[in-house]
């Protein structure tokens, strides 16, 4: 199970920091990620951080989107910085192991100009 919190609603230029804990596994396994869907968009691949620890981005939030990790509280974390208009989507938490997806519900962020 994963539960994704931290959203809001800020100004172009500001910060959010998403977390998903996670529960129902072992947390060290899985590979995690955040996506996002804007409005009227597909839904599309923001940050992952594999199960080694290496992480990967889209481009279009490389230099401004951090992924980490607590293992010991089993929580994925994305830290948002210079955020844009653009950036306005609901972000949903991923975890991945051997071919299998789970999903957590999306948390809503609002970039305003």
């Known amino acids: 199970q994963l539960q994704a919190s931290g959203g809001g609603s800020v100004e172009a230029g500001g910060s959010l920091r998403l977390s998903c804990a996670f529960s129902?596994?072992?947390?060290?396994?899985?590979?995690m990620g955040w996506f996002r869907q804007a409005p009227g968009k597909e839904r599309e691949f923001v940050a992952a951080?594999?199960?080694?620890?290496?992480?990967y981005y889209a481009d279009s939030v490389k230099g401004r989107f951090t992924i980490s990790r607590d293992i010991a509280r089993k929580t994925v974390y994305l830290q948002m910085n210079s955020l844009k208009p653009d950036d306005t989507a609901v972000y949903y938490c991923?975890?991945?192991?051997?071919?299998?997806?789970?999903w957590g519900q999306g948390t809503q962020v609002t970039v305003s100009s």
């Open positions: 129902g596994g072992t947390f060290g396994s899985f590979g």
């Open positions: 991923n975890a991945e192991r051997q071919g299998s997806n789970y």
């Open positions: 951080i594999l199960y080694r620890g290496g992480t």
